[in-house]
């Protein structure tokens, strides 16, 4: 049972009134705290949470979902499901962000009972930092090792090789029983120096582990002023992988085999929209990609003006993130499509999902390349760069809602920063037990577990249920009004009374 008085909302006026103060005796330090960061100009609000939700889902998990689940016909499900649930819950957590001006955890003051999702969320969205980060430290790699005449994976010359490997320049023998491919023996031998299993940890792969360190540097030094060195770092890394995806796409359709690609990414299978799992991955991917659910869009929205219309911003920014992903397996797929014909396969054979699709099948396709290690180095540029943004707002969120709620600790003088940099080097050394030998099973756990679906979807059913029915749809449509100047349509509260709570429990039943 609870009281009556965990259900008590604060005021709304108080919360206009003082919405930089909340918290501020938590931490117990008295005197008068500095004003809390605004962003200098819209345009960083914008490129920061593009920058976010466009990472690498986009590249490697919407195009092979989109191959997989009927083509051009999974875009029905996909879009169903992006505006009856993602697009609703993106635009709530934005909008609450902006009226409160808190943080993942502090924003939930709005509705006490539901603090814990606040909690959460934090959790969820620090485990995420400190496994995501491991994914930028292989592209690292690979981009290094592009930087040479002939592409280290492209040949069965090395160390690393065994008697089994072969290369795609030798067509006879991939059929023969046994073999391993040269860009598999370089993935799983060189860089991972792959145990036989999780409960083989081995030693450490230094090369990683370096590549992981710097990364890290490199991420608490674009964060360390919060969003005044985050919001100026994001005009070039969240708009050059556009530049390098457009490089790329001009390339891949130039190459032979490329229209059969794309027509295979594309060709509506129509019958499999009656199948349950195509609209799970649907409303997964849509979760996933949107990057709702563990409090970094409370906390960009938190540092908009007051009365900034976010909801434009909001309607840009999903339109941004739901063509990129169409777009991006344009690129994707013409390139499968060039290296399903010099191999002489089918294209299903060639085509992977996640880690597979970036470091082994599109490594294996720009050895067949001219300049090949041009095409490498720009592909795994822009691999870092989309993974960069997605890191900066994951640290900037969870250390938003950690200053947020003891801001009278942390948020004088430089505490800040070396609270940056503590959550940094903590989280660097837990990164440390991925890039060992067992390091990539590790990896999946954290993959699987601290993020997956059923999580997501169960914080996104509550944050429904917490603004619809425990603050008020209607009351929080005042307050949108009130921030942007005009009503919006009855759309999204009919989303967050009924439909948003609807699919999320749908989709984790049948998830299950």
């Known amino acids: 049972m609870v009281s009556g008085n965990e259900f008590q909302l604060v005021p709304l006026d108080e919360k206009k009134q003082c919405p930089t103060t909340a918290g501020a005796g938590q931490g117990g330090v008295g005197g008068e705290l500095p004003e809390r960061e605004k962003w200098d100009k819209p345009i960083e609000f914008v490129l920061s949470v593009v920058g976010f939700a466009v990472g690498l889902g986009n590249v490697w998990r919407f195009p092979y979902l989109c191959y997989k689940n009927g083509g051009g016909a999974f875009l029905i499900p996909y879009f169903i499901c992006l505006v009856a649930g993602g697009v609703p819950i993106f635009f709530l957590e934005v909008g609450i962000g902006q009226l409160t001006s808190q943080g993942g955890i502090t924003v939930w003051d709005l509705c006490p009972i539901f603090k814990g999702i606040g909690y959460g969320t934090t959790i969820v969205c620090f485990l995420l930092n400190v496994y995501y980060i491991v994914i930028l430290a292989w592209a690292a790699h690979f981009f290094y090792y592009s930087f040479s005449s002939e592409l280290p994976w492209a040949s069965c010359s090395n160390w690393w090789n065994t008697p089994k490997c072969f290369t795609v320049a030798n067509k006879s023998a991939p059929g023969q029983l046994g073999r391993v491919d040269a860009v598999v023996e370089y993935w799983e031998r060189k860089v991972l120096g792959l145990s036989s299993g999780i409960d083989d940890v081995g030693g450490m792969q230094w090369e990683l582990a370096l590549s992981l360190l710097v990364v890290w540097i490199l991420v608490y030094f674009c964060v360390w002023k919060g969003i005044k060195s985050s919001g100026k770092v994001v005009y070039f890394t969240a708009t050059f992988p556009y530049v390098m995806l457009t490089v790329l796409l001009i390339r891949g359709v130039t190459l032979e085999g490329a229209v059969d690609g794309i027509i295979f990414y594309l060709k509506p299978d129509f019958n499999k929209l009656f199948e349950a799992q195509v609209w799970i991955d649907a409303g997964t991917q849509i979760f996933f990609s949107y990057a709702i659910a563990v409090g970094c869009m409370t906390a960009m929205g938190s540092y908009n003006s007051y009365h900034n219309n976010f909801v434009k911003d ?199």
């Open 314 to 512: 909001c309607v840009f920014i999903a339109a941004t993130n739901s063509l990129t992903s169409l777009y991006s397996g344009f690129a994707i797929f013409s390139v499968l499509g060039f290296m399903a014909q010099e191999q002489g396969v089918p294209i299903a054979q060639v085509a992977e999902s996640g880690p597979g699709l970036v470091f082994i099948a599109y490594p294996k396709a720009v050895t067949q390349m001219p300049m090949a290690p041009l095409w490498s180095a720009l592909f795994f540029f822009m691999i870092i760069l989309m993974g960069l943004d997605s890191q900066f707002v994951g640290v900037e969120g969870f250390i938003t809602a950690v200053v947020d709620l003891f801001p009278g600790v942390l948020r004088r003088g430089h505490r800040r920063e070396v609270f940056i940099a503590v959550v940094s080097g903590v989280s660097f050394l837990i990164g440390l037990l991925m890039v060992t030998k067992g390091g990539m099973y590790l990896f999946q756990v954290f993959d699987y577990f601290s993020a997956s679906g059923m999580v997501l979807l169960w914080f996104c059913f509550f944050e429904s249920i917490a603004i619809a029915y425990g603050y008020g749809a209607e009351r929080f449509y005042d307050d949108i009004r009130d921030m942007i100047g005009y009503r919006l349509s009855p759309w999204l509260k009919v989303c967050w009374l009924v439909l948003t709570p609807i699919v999320t429990m749908v989709g984790d039943v049948k998830g299950r």
